[in-house]
């Protein structure tokens, strides 16, 4: 198999896990999809150091790996929400739309008003950054009459400030930049490591 069916490979097994675990969590599954992930994993770091890849594949398998990140730091929340067995406030946010990243640049349909979008690298210090945010989240949910945030401007912003430190840890990032948008009649925040 070449690097690019691999790749390719790669990008469809991570798109099938994102599913998979959106059944599990919806509950029609009992078991997350551990053999999945596992060969997820394994090409990841099969492929982590980069060295046999020219600069338009190590790119390919940069945005897939920065997508798994993402995904996976979801996952991960929601399995010790599952396992704890209650839902706090700020866990509505880890609801089935979770937090999504960018995907493949494509035009965006805007439900009435632009998309707000803000880069926060220190949540603690931009707490402004943060509430705008949120306020934006809260506004486009009474324009479009979607679901927005909810809990606490506080549970959102330690939601916010734990995504900024691990998606700036896991990329090597100086900010991530975080976008409000509507779609299908709920607010999503989209959330993307910037350097």
């Known amino acids: 198999m070449t690097i690019d069916e691999e790749l390719n490979q790669l990008d469809d097994n991570v798109r099938r896990l994102k599913i998979e675990y959106d059944i599990f969590f919806g509950g029609g599954s009992k078991k997350p999809p551990a053999d999945l992930e596992w060969r997820v994993q394994t090409l990841l770091k099969k492929y982590s150091d980069g060295r ?16 798994y990140a993402v995904y996976n730091s979801l996952w991960q929340q929601k399995l ?54 949120y306020d934006a989240m809260v506004e486009a949910g009474k324009k479009s009459k979607a679901t927005g945030p909810a809990g606490t401007f506080e549970s959102f912003q330690k939601f916010v400030k734990q995504k900024t430190e691990q998606l700036r840890k896991n990329y090597g990032a100086a900010a991530v930049e975080y976008a409000v948008e509507v779609e299908d009649g709920r607010v999503r925040l989209r959330a993307k490591a910037k350097s």
Request: with cysteine; aromatic share 8%.
């Open 52 to 67: 046999r890849m020219n600069f338009a594949q190590r790119f390919k398998f940069s945005a897939i790996q920065q997508k």
């Open 80 to 133: 010790r929400i599952k396992e704890e067995g209650y839902r706090r406030p700020q866990d509505a946010l880890l609801a089935i739309q979770g937090v999504r990243e960018f995907e493949e640049e494509k035009p965006q349909r805007n439900d009435g008003g632009g998309t707000f979008r803000v880069a926060c690298s220190d949540v603690d210090s931009e707490s402004k950054k943060v509430r705008a945010l």
